[in-house]
């Protein structure tokens, strides 16, 4: 299925970026006009950091110049004169993206001159390409120079405000054959004074294979009394700026500007210059990469590569009446694989954290993966149970490899409720995937302790523990925060109705698996008792919710703040009705009438759908900060992707498929509207002002949405590693032929499963 999509002139929408990324943690962000960062950690940024405000105002961007005889011209549009003639006619453009690359074309009637230039970060390396080919579109020759401009910031993101001057005395700039190269000789960042590691790089050619003539590497020297969008050097050709190789310079603000040879295009006529950006850990290893592209075969190899590595970490497509529903999912698909690389941080949106996951997201995560990769995930699993803390709580901070947890961030511990309940959801999809209940009995390590024990003893622990801590209500106490990080100010009588509904439903699962692992492996001494506990506790539980916590506004209350109060009064959270839905404790009346309520209190045509919450009109300091954000703004009342996702879960997993279709389809053609929610393909963690997409890319959403798709709608949903179809697909989603299909990794082969709008269904290998 074709997975490329256009947009013409995408410069005329602010904050527009598109992810490019490698397997060996090079992480970049790419903007119509090539702004954006490039890092492999916080400690290592090969281009300055941008976070969304600054994305459209940072001038550090890779600027690829061209002198005629109409003066200068930037191929990426960004130079002053562009600048200003912005909202005129004189230049178009259009982007055309893929899985993963970026190529954008520019045309300047008044300079004559087009540009495409293709960006993408081989899969397999440290370097960003952009193949650069300029036009000559005028009826007559013209004299050309080709001139990069790459800033090199090369160093921590700290360092922005932190010793940004000091650790430019640290550079070591050296001028080479193909480029510049900057070698730090020290990284001054939160782990102390380091020897510097990396070399920060931007080398190039030309397609005849001929190097460029001369460079400067000195950023003042480049600019002058000008700036990045009209630098002196190149405007006024002040020629004692260049360096040869062999030249060095220490201690400035680094620069790859590259010059090459001055050419004649005759009309028509294009020149491209491959131009490569990268982090590697030696000189040797710059070396060693330039095989990879020193002619445009090689980059159009490692191009197709890259596109064929990525298609298959997301293999799943599907067949519906729409193609556009199945072109969202397939980038939806990706979204998963791009969260595994970036972690929670690193694109422009996402400027907290410095990398890594939290513990939630990565239990999450594993959903997508489990369905894509089942055979990948169990070592995986296993490992991360040694997380778990021999009281039940967990490690929050993700470390870099298998199994390898930090306790906290800053030593600040906090704990968030909701921990304990993911990993049973994930291994319990896990077992069902693949069949192998005997997961259960591998040993593990509990997290700070010398205790081990089986997997089935940490579960049984974490939704014991949670269980235990019960506050002035009965319901689980929401601690430092549940699921909605920004619940965060009602750790003493606050408590989460909402989570207490996940973990009644994690309690009688469990102890039904229990007594289902009992009689499969009579010989292993399974402890039956504890299964009929568990499932006694987790029922008592659902009956306390229905008898206590049912609303006279027809909808289950979410909460308890601070001051022990249920947030009620005709305030309606998304959150509480979606595991009450989920888990079971909702019956078939409170289902109706909890969809009456949230299509009138949360439903938003405009906006992309259910709202987390409805607006409380105050600043809840006894709940949590989320009540300070704008209403309509991430946790406070947006549409919160995840949530809203879940939410169609639930009502599938309940046989309402009309109603979970109908919050799936709201996201979706939320998402597509370009004109409004102003992203690319795929799922934003949240829908804001005037139906914005916001967070884009990073988000548990795309997990849950792939999920719910293959799972409840396709209903393609295997019971103990048996194959099982349910689906629940609405009829205008059948094609003409009365059709829909999905294709999906099961038991080691590719299968297509095709629906008839009967019911029935068929399976083959593709
Ligand atoms: C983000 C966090 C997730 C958290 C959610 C609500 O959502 O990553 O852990 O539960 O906010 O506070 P996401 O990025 O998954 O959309």
């Not at 692992?517 to 039956?528: G, H, M, Q, S, V």
């Not at 999905?742 to 593709?766: C, F, K, N, Y």
Request: proline share 3%; with cysteine.
């Amino acid at each position: 299925m074709e997975t490329t999509f256009t947009i013409d002139n995408p410069q005329k929408v602010a904050g527009l970026y598109f992810p490019l990324c490698s397997e060996t943690g090079l992480k970049s962000c790419i903007t119509p006009n090539l702004g954006g960062d490039a890092k492999i950690d916080q400690n290592h940024f090969l281009l300055e950091p941008v976070s969304i405000e600054n994305l459209n105002n940072n001038r550090s961007t890779r600027n690829f110049w061209v002198e005629t005889e109409h003066g200068l011209w930037s191929a990426t549009g960004v130079s002053a004169p562009q600048e200003a003639a912005r909202y005129t006619e004189e230049e178009t453009s259009r982007l055309e993206a893929g899985i993963l690359y970026h190529k954008m074309h520019r045309s300047n009637r008044r300079m004559e001159l087009s540009s495409e230039i293709l960006s993408f970060v081989p899969y397999d390396g440290n370097y960003e390409v952009h193949q650069v080919t300029i036009q000559n579109i005028s009826d007559r020759p013209r004299n050309v120079r080709f001139t990069t401009a790459i800033p090199m910031y090369g160093r921590s993101a700290d360092n922005i405000r932190d010793h940004r001057h000091v650790t430019s005395l640290l550079n070591r700039m050296e001028v080479t054959e193909y480029g510049v190269r900057n070698t730090p000789t020290l990284s001054f960042d939160e782990r102390g004074h380091q020897p510097g590691d990396s070399v920060y790089y931007v080398e190039g050619m030309c397609e005849d294979g001929s190097k460029p003539v001369e460079c400067c590497g000195v950023l003042d020297d480049f600019i002058g009394s000008g700036d990045l969008t009209w630098p002196e050097s190149l405007v006024c050709h002040k020629e004692d700026i260049w360096q040869h190789a062999g030249e060095a310079t220490e201690g400035q603000e680094v620069i790859g500007a590259l010059r090459f040879a001055a050419t004649i295009l005759a009309p028509q006529e294009k020149k491209t210059y491959i131009i490569v950006i990268g982090i590697a850990s030696d000189a040797s290893e710059i070396e060693q990469t330039r095989s990879h592209w020193m002619s445009m075969e090689s980059v159009a190899s490692s191009l197709q590569a890259t596109i064929d590595h990525w298609a298959a970490l997301a293999p799943i497509r599907i067949h519906t009446a729409n193609p556009q529903f199945d072109f969202f999912f397939t980038w939806v698909g990706v979204q998963p694989e791009l969260r595994r690389i970036f972690g929670c941080s690193f694109l422009p949106h996402h400027d907290y954290g410095r990398g890594g996951r939290g513990w939630r997201d990565l239990w999450q995560d594993c959903l997508a993966l489990l369905i894509m990769h089942p055979e990948q995930v169990r070592d995986m699993l296993i490992a991360n149970f040694a997380g778990v803390r021999a009281d039940g709580t967990n490690a929050t901070i993700i470390g870099e490899g298998l199994g390898n947890f930090k306790a906290d961030r800053n030593g600040i511990s906090r704990v968030w409720m909701d921990h304990g309940m993911w990993p049973w959801m994930t291994m319990q999809l896990y077992i069902h995937q693949t069949g192998d209940e005997a997961i259960l009995l591998e040993e593990q390590g509990y997290f700070e302790s010398d205790k081990r024990g089986t997997l089935l003893e940490h579960l049984i622990l974490q939704n014991k523990a949670a269980y235990a801590k019960r506050g002035e209500h009965g319901m689980l106490r929401l601690l430092d925060a549940d699921w909605n990080d920004a619940l965060d100010l009602a750790g003493e009588r606050g408590e989460s109705t909402a989570f207490s509904n996940a973990y009644a439903a994690n309690l009688i699962s469990l102890g039904k698996e229990i007594l289902h692992l009992a009689e499969r492996y009579p010989d292993k001494n399974i402890n039956t008792a504890e299964g009929d506990e568990l499932i006694a506790m987790g029922r008592r539980l659902q009956e306390e919710i229905r008898a206590k916590e049912w609303l006279t506004d027809g909808f289950f209350n979410s909460y308890y703040d601070n001051d022990g109060n249920a947030l009620a009064g005709g305030q309606m959270m998304l959150t509480g009705q979606v595991f009450a839905i989920m888990g079971g404790t909702a019956t078939e009346e409170q289902i109706a009438s909890i969809v009456t309520m949230a299509d009138r209190l949360l439903y938003d045509e405009s906006c992309g759908g259910y709202r987390l919450n409805t607006n409380f009109h105050e600043v809840k300091m006894n709940m949590g900060r989320q009540f300070g954000f704008a209403y309509g703004e991430k946790e406070n009342g947006a549409v919160f992707s995840h949530m809203a996702v879940m939410y169609a879960n639930a009502l599938y997993k309940r046989g309402h498929g009309k109603e979970g279709y109908k919050a799936l389809e709201a996201l979706f053609r939320q998402s597509m509207n370009f004109t409004v929610s102003h992203i690319y393909p795929g799922i934003p963690e949240y829908f804001g002002r005037g139906g914005r997409g916001l967070y884009h890319y990073l988000t548990g959403a795309a997990s849950w949405y792939l999920l719910t798709v293959v799972q409840e709608m396709f209903g393609v949903k295997p019971c103990y590693g048996q194959m099982e179809i349910h689906p629940q697909l609405m009829p205008e989603q059948f094609d003409s032929d009365g059709i829909a299909s999905i294709t999906l990794p099961w038991q080691g082969a590719m299968r297509r499963i095709t629906i008839h709008a009967d019911g029935t269904s068929t399976m083959e290998e593709v």
